[in-house]
C-alpha cells in the first residue's frame, strides 16, 4: 500500500502495516471536496494526503492550490509527487508560482462539475482570509453539493478549545460564503506526535462536530503511529498521513535517493 | 507553533506587552498574533502608517521603560533605518525582527539571509554596533527572543533577531517559558518616568558638542567590546578532532548544513560544523581555533558570500576557503551541500597537511 511504503523512516521499518480491522476510510459522496481551516492546521498536508488516498483507490483526483495568502508551505510544493501517483495540479505557472497575489486560474471554476474528474479538491488558504477565495466563486460553488472540510489541529495558537474551533467556523462561513459540512481531527506535533496527542485531537474535534450537529469525516494519524487507531478504539475512519512537503534540512542520502 | 507564532508569543512571555508594525511577507504572522493577543492581556498593539513611523513608535515606548518589539522583513527593515539609528544613539532596549526574505529592492518573498552585511555593520548611519542573533530552529527562535530582551536591558541595546523566510513559516513544537507574561523592563534609573521629586533625565542621541559626541562613540564602542566577551554564542558540532574540512554557516542554512555534515561523517570524513548564534557579535575567537586545525573551510550561505568575510577574517590567510551560495528563494539542499562537501575534501593535496 502506498502509504505505508512512503514511510520509509529506517528505524520505522519495522512497525506493523496498517491494521485492516480499521473502519473502511472516508467515501466522499459528493465530487467536489473543499479543505479549510486556520493557518497551520495542515489543510494542505490533510488535502495532499486525501488526494492520492483516493486516487489509490482510482479515482479521478484533480487538486486546485488556492492558498493565496501564504506563499509558503503550499500544496504546489507536492505537485511532482501528486502528479506521479496520477493526481492533476491545478497551479499558477511561470513566477505567479511564487507571489501572494490573488490569481484564480479559470481551470478552477472550471474542475467544479468537470465529468472526467471524480473528486475536485480545493486547498484553501488559511483562517477567514483565504476563505475568501471561496466567495469569488460563490455564483458556481452555491449550487453545487460539496464536502466543506474544516482540519483542526488542537495543537494549534486559536484553535485549542471548542469555542475557539466554533469561532474559526463562523468566519471562514462568512468570509467564504460556504458551509463547513464535515470535521478533520488533524492533531500532531510532526514528529513528536504520539496516541495521547491524536486522542486529545479527537475528544476536541468530536465536541466541535457535536456543537455543530456535523459529522465528523476522518481522524488522521501519522502514518509511523498507524496502529494507534487500534490502541484508541476509533470510531471514525482513518487516514494514515505522511508527510508531503519535505523541510529543507531532510537528512542527506548518501548517493542519492 | 509556526515560527512567527512562536517568536510573538515568546515576546509576550519575556513581558512584552508593546508593539508596533507593519505587515510584510513573510513575517506578517507576528504583528496579526500580537494584534489578537496583546488586547486580550492589557497590552498595546498599533499598525503603524510605515516602518519608518514604527522605528520611532519604539523609540517613544522604550524610552518611557517599556518593553517593546517591532518586527519586519528586509525592505522594512530598510525603511527603519533612520530609527535604529536613533535608538543606537539614545541606547534604548529594544528587540527588532528581521525575517529576511530575498532582496535587493522588493527582490522576492521567498526566504533569504542577504541581510547579513546589514545586520552585522551597516544597519544605519553613525558609528554603532548591535547584537544580532540568528536562530536555526522554532525553538531556538523562541529561546533567543527571550535572549534578545534580556540582552537589550541589560546593555541598554537594540538587539537584532535575525531570522529568515523558512525560520518565521515553518512549524515545529516548542516548548514555551511558564510564565504568562514575563517581567516588565528594568529601567528605574533612565527612562523617562515623570521627574516630580527628582531629576529630569534626557533620552536623546543629540550630542552637539563634538568632544562629547566622541566620548559617546568610544563609549558604545566599548560597551559592544563588553559583549562581544560576555555574550558571544556558537555551536561548534563535531569539531572536536582536527577536520579536513569545517563548514560555516548561520541560521536556516546552518540546520541543512547539519544534515550534510551527519551524512558526510558516515561516510567516514572528518568534517565539522561552525555556527554562530551571535552572528553580531561574530564569535572571532571561537572559530580561528577551529579553523587553526582544520584544513580546508567551506562557508554555506543563502546570498553570494556576506559572513565569508567574516569567516576570512578568523582565517587570517591560513587555509583556503570554498562558498557555496543560493539566493533569490532558492534553498539549498543538503545533498546539494553534501556534494560541495565532497568537491572541498577532493582540493585537498594528498596525503595530508600541505
Redesign the interface.
Known sequence: MEIARASNGTKRMNLPLPSTAQPPFWRPVHSLIIVVGN??SGKTEVAVNLALQLAGQGLRVRLADLDVV????RSREAQACLEAHQVEVVVPQGPMR???APVILPQVRGMIADPQVDCAIFDVGGNDVGATVLSSLHDVLAGTPAHVLQVINA????TSTVDECLQMMDSIEKSGRVRVTELVSNTH??D?TDVSHVAEGVRLTAAVAQARALPLAFVTVPAALSTCADVLALPHPVMPLTRRLP????????G?Q | ??GN?AIA?AAIRAGCLHFFGYPI??QS?IPE?LS?RLPELGGCYVQSESEVATSHMIYGAAGVGTKVMTSSSSPGISLMAEGISYLAGAELPVVIVNIMRAGPGLG???PAQSDYAQTTRGMAHGDFRLIALAPASVQEAVDLTILAFDLAEKYRTPVILAGD??IG?????VVLPEATVGPPLKADDWALTGCVGRKPRKVSSMFLDPDELNAHNFKLKARFAEIARNETRFEAYACDEPLDLLVTSFG?SA??C???V??AR??GLKVGLFRPITISPFPMDALREIIGRSQRVLDVEMNTGQMLHDVEMAAQGRCPIDFFGRCG?L?????G??EQIRASLAQLPKGGVP
Do not use: C, H
Not at chain 1, 495543537?155 to 486559536?158: K, L, M, N, V
Not at chain 2, 513559516?169 to 513544537?173: G, V, Y
Open positions: 493557518y497551520g501564504n506563499l509558503y508551505f511564487y507571489a501572494d495543537r494549534r495558537p486559536f506535533l510532526l513528536d523541510t529543507p534540512w531532510a537528512p542527506a542520502t548518501p542519492g | 507553533m509556526k507564532e508569543e511577507t513573510p504572522e498574533y489578537r522576492g518573498i521567498l523566510g523558512v513559516q515553518m512549524m515545529e513544537p536556516i540546520r541543512i547539519r544534515s550534510a551527519d551524512a558516515s561516510e528563494g534553498i539549498p539542499s543538503a545533498e551541500i553534501l
